[in-house]
């Protein structure tokens, strides 16, 4: 085929999709928006959509604000069943299932641990036995009681939830929903750690993803997600032992074995709950979880 008759071809099909990237900061991280789209206005019109849609669930999911929808429930924690919008309740109820499965190394009533921590990280002083001692007694999964006909929760005395470890993968998910929706159908929403893609860019297999690790790896990423966990970031190190942010709920204490792992499924709302969980468990015991869901994962264990 001449020259002529192809660009008369790629005439006929429209112009290609270029790429646009925006970026905001949402639930305390950078939300970046990369996107192919005819022009800027669509592009534009778009990623404003998406960033709405994350500000939307920030206003549901925060523990930082004392006008969330989370905040409010967990200040009815003793009482009554609360009705929750379908956003909370499916947080809700798929954190329940990955804290049953992983006999409670995901668990999302460790709030009162992790500000705990979060206060360790600012003074660089350990939690007292004491604090610790009642946190531990405030955390449990089981401390949740959802009502799927009623769509309501409640909540034992002293429960206070914190959703950092699904939340950023859920809005991930519900970006790229309402990318699709708005006809922008090649695109990827990162948000920390997380990440959810649609189609690929245009003659790419998918969206190439970097993981760091010694020796590096890549994977190609279209139609899925991948949340990447760890301590390289968020640590404290007192008395010459570091700490992750990651705490293990089953023992109240932050992680110490330097491990991070990136997993790969079909949405952010299970990468992001997986992605902690197996930092806990580690590459055996969480093998059934990752089978349970049908994910896969990669783990680097960081030299001490």
Not at 41 to 54: D, K, L, N, V
Not at 67 to 77: I, K, N, R, V
Not at 192 to 203: K, L, M, N, V
Not at 210 to 220: C, I, L, P, T, Y
Request: glycine letters at 10%; one cysteine or more.
């Amino acid at each position: 085929m001449s020259v002529a008759a192809i660009i008369g071809v790629l005439g006929l099909l429209g112009p290609l999709p270029e790429r646009f990237q925006y970026s905001q900061v949402h639930m305390g991280v950078e939300v970046r928006v990369t996107l192919y789209a005819p022009d800027a206005e669509t592009a534009q019109r778009a990623t404003r959509a998406a960033f709405e849609r994350f500000a939307e669930l920030d206003a549901i999911c925060s523990d930082y604000r004392k006008d969330s929808e989370l905040s409010l429930l967990c200040a009815q924690a003793g009482g009554e069943p609360i009705p929750v919008s379908n956003e909370l309740y499916t947080l809700l109820e798929r954190s329940e299932e990955v804290s049953k499965l992983s006999d409670g190394a995901f668990d999302i009533t460790c709030g009162p641990l992790i500000r705990l921590w979060r206060e360790a990280r600012k003074t660089k002083i350990l939690p007292t036995t004491p604090a610790l001692q009642q946190a531990r007694l405030d955390t449990g999964w089981y401390r949740v009681k959802l009502d799927p006909a009623t769509k309501t929760a409640r909540l034992a005395p002293g429960t206070r939830l914190d959703l950092g470890g699904i939340a950023k993968g859920y809005a991930c998910d519900e970006a790229i929903a309402v990318l699709r929706r708005v006809g922008i159908d090649r695109a990827m929403v990162e948000a920390g750690g997380d990440i959810a893609a649609s189609g690929p860019p245009p003659g790419k297999i998918g969206w190439r993803i970097e993981v760091m690790r010694r020796g590096g790896e890549a994977f190609w990423l279209r139609d899925g997600a991948a949340s990447t966990s760890g301590d390289a970031e968020q640590f404290v190190v007192v008395g010459g032992k570091r700490y992750s942010h990651i705490v293990d709920p089953r023992t109240g204490i932050g992680l110490t074995n330097r491990r991070q792992v990136t997993v790969l499924a079909r949405d952010g709302l299970t990468t992001d709950a997986l992605a902690t969980a197996l930092c806990i468990l580690g590459p055996t015991e969480g093998r059934p979880l990752l089978e349970r869901f049908k994910a896969t994962a990669i783990f680097t264990e960081a030299s001490r």
